[in-house]
């Protein structure tokens, strides 16, 4: 079993940054980051495999959102910049995947979530 916990969520303006961590409590493979907004289904935004050197990105978040890991403190780490009202959800980290994969079900393990507010 693998522990996550997900930090550095906030209240931005639009057009502002956040930086997310995500601390695991062992060595996982690949891992991701999905959101979920009000009412609405847990989506993929993110992954990276045990490497670092395979990513992927949702349309949605391309060019504004930048996932890295840091496999000495076996944390991932979700660059969000360029933020929108519409970015808005809480944002999860998941892992388990030994390749990156935007497939919610193939993630064994999640942390709690951290809420993103972006106003207008």
């Known amino acids: 079993q693998v522990q996550l916990v997900e930090s550095g969520g906030g209240l931005v303006q639009a057009g502002g940054s956040l930086r997310l961590s995500c601390a695991a409590s062992?060595?996982?493979?690949?891992m991701g980051w999905f959101r979920q907004a009000p009412g609405k289904e847990r989506e993929f935004v993110a992954a990276?495999?045990?490497?670092?050197?395979?990513?992927e990105y949702a349309d949605s978040v391309k060019a504004r959102f930048t996932i890295s890991r840091d496999n000495a403190k076996n944390t991932v780490y979700l660059q969000m910049n360029s933020l929108k009202p519409e970015d808005t959800a809480v944002y999860y980290c998941?892992?388990?995947?030994?390749?990156?994969?935007?497939?919610?079900?193939?993630?064994?393990?999640w942390g709690q979530g951290t809420q993103v507010t972006v106003s207008s």
């Open positions: 062992r060595r996982t493979f690949s």
């Open positions: 998941a892992g388990g995947p030994v390749r990156p994969t935007s497939v919610l079900y193939d993630y064994g393990f």
């Open positions: 990276i495999s045990w490497s670092g050197s395979s990513t």
